[in-house]
């Protein structure tokens, strides 16, 4: 993370990334998710653009194809390209207390937000997935 002074304000920089070019009829939306204590996200899926994010509370398991599993804590942020990747885990890694985040998605024209992968697709891919921790 960066702090930087923009006058009596103090600015914190949480991570960058270079904006897709977004074509027109996309539109963008901004959301809070709560994970109950203990739960395990949403099943596998995609999105149709690249989600940006931040942890507001508690802590989750994050996993993207190609990528290990990793807790991201309160205070910190997060990202995911969209499109092909398949996004596995948002998991909620704390069981006594609920966990809650923020995310802004970028969502392309005429698409859903999010799609389930079907189980024969998460067959055919598994080689992509990193290795599981024990």
């Known amino acids: ?17 270079m904006p897709p070019e977004l074509p027109e009829g996309s539109h963008v939306m901004t959301a809070t998710i709560e994970l109950p204590p203990g739960d395990p996200g949403s ?7 690249p989600v940006f994010g931040y942890m507001l509370t508690g802590e989750m398991i994050f996993e993207l194809e190609g990528e290990p599993e990793r807790a991201v804590k309160a205070g910190e942020s997060f990202w995911e390209p969209g499109g092909d990747v398949i996004h596995y885990q948002a998991a909620n890694n704390l069981p006594d207390q609920k966990s809650k985040f923020v995310v802004v998605m970028v969502c392309a024209p ?4 999010l799609v389930f992968v079907s189980p024969e697709e998460l067959e055919q891919r598994k080689g992509r997935r990193a290795p599981r921790p024990n």
Do not use: F, I, Y
């Not at 993370?1 to 990334?17: A, S, Y």
């Not at 099943?43 to 653009?49: E, K, L, M, W, Y």
């Not at 005429?110 to 937000?113: I, K, L, R, S, T």
């Open 43 to 49: 099943p596998p899926h995609r999105h149709s653009g």
């Open 110 to 113: 005429d698409q859903e937000m």
């Open 1 to 17: 993370m960066e702090t930087m002074k923009m006058g009596n304000n103090e600015l914190v920089l949480l991570g960058t990334v």
